[in-house]
């Protein structure tokens, strides 16, 4: 059971007041050792150089789907591995023994679903703990059994799961009642064709499940036109499916490039809604009814089984299937051959009723983006205004939607992110955004306007809010976040003459609270606030962004990297938000602003560096070893545009960059010391098409320049120069990116040398 996640915690404390606080518990999950985590431990256990391990893990099958594949695996799919396990005595004692570690449990956490009730106390049926929720650091009470020693006691077990896309879909309703505007969205229509092209464009930002590069690619091959394709995309964008090409195959034959083919005339009427393909759980049910004569009981005990995805509970049931199928017509081998079938299908098939409720929510989420982007977005930025990672995603997908996000405002701003007054394309920035100002005194400056009125200049907004909004800290923050543009103020000539306004005023209200009044009666001098203190220049542009920064963390009024973002483009291998998709160990260039920086020293007292590089629309966290910021520390620093030439580090939780170098990219208007440059492409077998090949050489014909262009042809048997003629090009515009929307990112780069 789905919830909106801000009252999850109110649905588990209905249960337990309902069945009584000792008759219910969260359920514990344990974190285990997966194969990649195991060769870097057991290499630091056996006394080996991180080095070591590392070059292994270099070695490692990229996971498909975030889900990594296990050490036998690893070593059929890559050659590599397999080479050094078989030559290399040392990688053969580490693999050993990171497949003894593969499995064990590391640690445990609180299930993010899973609640247990009982009939009586549950300590009379198994063990309780005290644990942390790492999401709020609360302790909960969670059993010590995990989902599946629960299961096996009998007890009931469900799953309250809170989702943030149905607080946004709620808060979007919200938003749109305040214009007027009631919508039942559980009611719309399913086959809205506003809804669908929008999906069929890949303009799936901020759409439940739809979101990801891979799921765009799968969607624009599939191009969904009904409520049926949606359910198909959530079953099919798995790692199973996508390993035996199912999306690929049910999009051919959804658009007549393939044939429909059923493995038996009597099972069309069951696999004629997904072309032909077996795409759920609830289809093997009902195959196994038809074909073997299961009750319904029996075909859902072969569901569980297959929902285990483990062969060994599945094929007790190949006797029962072959012999049902046999008494009622079927020939054996047929009966056996749809059988095995199910095996892989086991591994990867989905609950159909699952499918339709994220399809659902899906549907509902693209059609409130299709139809009332300007409500939707803003509920998108509420629900990750804490997240430093998606909410500059978010901005930057408004900028290309043509949305402003505006700065807070004193008079027009909400709680959070909400429609700009006027019905425009606009967004405000939430008060609640501000460093230093918190939800209550938010409150307090939302009612003193709605009952004393807008607040018509900084002296009579510090006059109408409550005292406690007064304080100091408060009143700098909302200015240099720029709640106070709006009333005509320069932020700098704000923040120095502020104290002159607001201080009087502060004791003037604190002498009435105390019944202090002036001796000669009438309005003392406070009355009459000379504001001309408040008068003054501005900070200039990267000062007031920077400032701006601090306060909202991000950059709203406008962004440093705009203005460069093509030159930036161009000189990248990677986007930063695409960094995900990067394996690790592959050497990368990305570009962006330094956000934080702390400097930190090595055993041996050498200083390097660890930054946030920020992107337009993402950021990454880089490590400079000694080496790499000794180069050159004071590029290095707050607010400068670098490029960072790298290697992607995936061993800790998030994902960095072990820089190898950093430096300054070039700019309009800034040519660097450099040496002469050079484009280089890459282009694989798959890519290496006629047709790719003329649209590429048009494309270097049309950007003439100094640059000379570098082929390289990567295959099974190595990678060699391709010579494609001789081509000139300007590397500094729109070439690069235009080359990576043709080859695909990593596919182009700008390469220097002295």
Do not use: W
């Amino acid at each position: 059971m789905d919830f909106d996640e801000r009252r999850r915690d109110e649905v588990i404390r209905y249960a337990s007041t309902k069945y009584g606080a000792d008759h219910v518990a969260q359920i514990v999950t344990f974190q285990t050792i997966k194969g990649k985590q195991g060769i870097r431990d057991a290499a630091r256990v056996l006394g080996f150089p991180p080095s070591v391990g590392d070059r292994l893990c270099k070695m490692y099958p990229s996971p498909v789907m975030g889900r990594d594949h296990p050490i036998e695996e690893a070593l059929r799919l890559s050659p590599e591995l397999a080479t050094a396990y078989e030559g290399e005595p040392e990688a053969k004692e580490i693999v050993d023994t990171a497949r003894a570690l593969e499995g064990l449990r590391r640690e445990d956490s609180v299930h993010a679903a899973g609640v247990v009730i009982g009939d009586a106390p549950l300590v009379r049926y198994l063990p309780l703990k005290l644990s942390k929720d790492s999401r709020d650091d609360s302790k909960r009470i969670v059993t010590q059994f995990d989902m599946h020693g629960v299961e096996k006691l009998g007890l009931l077990k469900m799953d309250f799961l809170g989702l943030r896309n149905l607080s946004v879909i709620e808060d979007t309703l919200r938003h749109l009642r305040v214009d007027g505007v009631e919508m039942d969205i559980d009611h719309v229509a399913l086959d809205d064709p506003e809804t669908y092209a929008m999906l069929r464009r890949g303009e799936t930002t901020g759409v439940f499940q739809m979101e990801s590069g891979g799921m765009r690619s799968l969607i624009k091959l599939l191009e969904p036109d009904r409520f049926e394709d949606l359910m198909a995309l959530v079953a099919l964008y798995r790692p199973g499916p996508l390993n035996n090409g199912l999306h690929t195959e049910y999009a051919e034959r959804k658009h007549g490039r393939k044939p429909v083919t059923y493995p038996h005339p009597d099972l069309e009427p069951i696999l004629r809604g997904t072309y032909g393909v077996m795409v759920y759980q609830e289809q093997v049910m009902q195959i196994a009814v038809a074909m073997a004569g299961f009750s319904m009981g029996e075909a859902d005990t072969l569901r569980k089984a297959m929902g285990k995805k483990k062969i060994e509970y599945l094929m007790p049931f190949k006797e029962r299937f072959v012999k049902g199928a046999v008494d009622r017509g079927y020939p054996e081998r047929g009966a056996a051959d749809m059988f095995e079938m199910f095996v892989p299908f086991a591994d990867y098939g989905f609950n159909a009723s699952h499918a339709c409720a994220y399809g659902l929510v899906a549907y509902q989420t693209a059609y409130l983006m299709a139809h009332h982007p300007v409500a939707y977005m803003a509920a998108i930025l509420t629900s990750v205004k804490d997240d430093k990672d998606r909410k500059p995603y978010y901005l930057y997908a408004c900028r290309a939607m043509d949305i402003e996000v505006l700065p807070p405002d004193v008079n027009d701003s909400a709680l959070d992110f909400a429609p700009a007054a006027g019905g425009g394309r606009a967004i405000r920035y939430g008060l609640s955004a501000v460093r230093n100002v918190g939800d209550g005194a938010v409150q307090q400056i939302i009612e003193a306007r709605a009952e004393k009125g807008r607040f018509e200049s900084y002296s009579d907004f510090c006059r109408k809010v409550d005292p406690s909004v007064l304080a100091k800290r408060m009143l700098e923050s909302l200015v240099l976040a720029g709640a106070f543009d709006s009333l005509g103020y320069r932020r700098r000539a704000l923040l120095i003459g502020q104290d002159k306004v607001s201080g009087p005023i502060v004791a003037e209200r604190k002498a009435e609270a105390a019944g202090q009044f002036s001796l000669f009666g009438g309005d003392s001098e406070v009355g009459q606030i000379d504001e001309s203190v408040l008068q003054g220049e501005e900070f200039d542009k990267p000062e007031l962004l920077r400032y701006e920064k601090e306060m909202l963390g991000q950059f709203v009024s406008d962004h440093p990297l705009l203005e460069v973002a093509d030159a930036l483009r161009a000189q990248s291998s990677h986007e930063i938000g695409d960094l995900d998709g990067a394996d690790d160990g592959e050497l990368v260039t990305a570009a962006g602003i330094i956000g934080g920086v702390a400097r930190k020293y090595t055993k041996r007292g050498e200083p390097y560096a660890q930054f946030r590089l920020e992107g337009l629309a993402a950021g990454v966290e880089v490590v400079a070893f000694p080496s790499v910021y000794e180069a050159d520390p004071d590029l290095i620093s707050a607010d400068r545009i670098v490029l960072v030439v790298g290697r992607i580090d995936r061993r800790g939780r998030e994902l960095q960059i072990r820089a190898n170098e950093v430096r300054e990219p070039i700019l309009a208007g800034v040519t660097p010391q450099m040496g002469p440059e050079s484009v280089v492409i890459d282009l694989t077998a798959a890519a290496c098409t006629d047709a790719v090949l003329a649209k590429m050489a048009d494309l270097l014909r049309s950007r003439p320049g100094p640059a000379p262009v570098k082929v390289r042809f990567h295959s099974s048997a190595g990678v060699r120069p391709l010579d494609m003629g001789e081509f000139r090009v300007d590397s500094s515009g729109a070439l690069m990116g235009e080359l990576t929307g043709l080859l695909g990112t990593g596919s182009a780069r700008v390469e220097r040398f002295a």
